[in-house]
């Protein structure tokens, strides 16, 4: 996180939250009682074995079938799709084996890679929240973009059949 801290928190709070050896642990920590209650993941992207960046499942209800996608990337890994990739993992991964029918993605208006990720996911653009994340001092509108099973499962066809 110290890395990118400032790249990471122009747009989200977790650099603001993981700032510190207790505070990362706390945060891992809280991520491994998700994985345990089967609420959420979290999982790293790794280059070179360096940690440069990690992709999430925030929430996950498997009753209700939905879920929140995210993610985290310092600034050296950015531009090369590995965002991309490890969602896409993590959406099919929640897709395929736990049942999730609805996964969410939200991302500030301004933070232009995020949305590209959403729409390189296939995901549609349901709406802005204005102003509805408070975030360093101001509030920042939120873009909500989601993807259900059918459309997921309906891409990964075509991309496999070349259609």
């Known amino acids: ?72 990337l310092e600034p050296s890994a950015a531009g090369k799709g590995l965002v991309t990739r490890a969602c896409r993992i993590i959406v099919d991964w929640a897709v395929e084996e736990r049942g999730i029918h609805r996964v969410e993605w939200y991302a500030s208006t301004e933070n232009r890679s995020s949305v590209a990720v959403a729409r390189r996911l296939g995901m549609t653009r349901e709406g802005v929240l204005r102003e509805n994340y408070p975030h360093r001092g101001s509030r920042a509108d939120t873009e909500l973009w989601s993807v259900l099973a059918p459309e997921w499962r309906a891409a990964k066809e075509k991309e496999r059949t070349g259609e």
């Open 1 to 72: 996180m110290d890395r990118g801290r400032e790249y990471i928190g122009r747009h989200i709070g977790l650099p603001d939250i993981v700032t510190d050896l207790d505070s990362a642990r706390s945060f891992l920590r809280s991520y491994a009682e998700k994985a345990a209650n089967d609420a959420g993941r979290i999982l790293g992207i790794w280059t070179g074995g360096t940690l440069v960046g990690g992709v999430m499942l925030r929430t996950m209800d498997v009753t209700y079938g939905t879920a929140e996608a995210g993610c985290w």
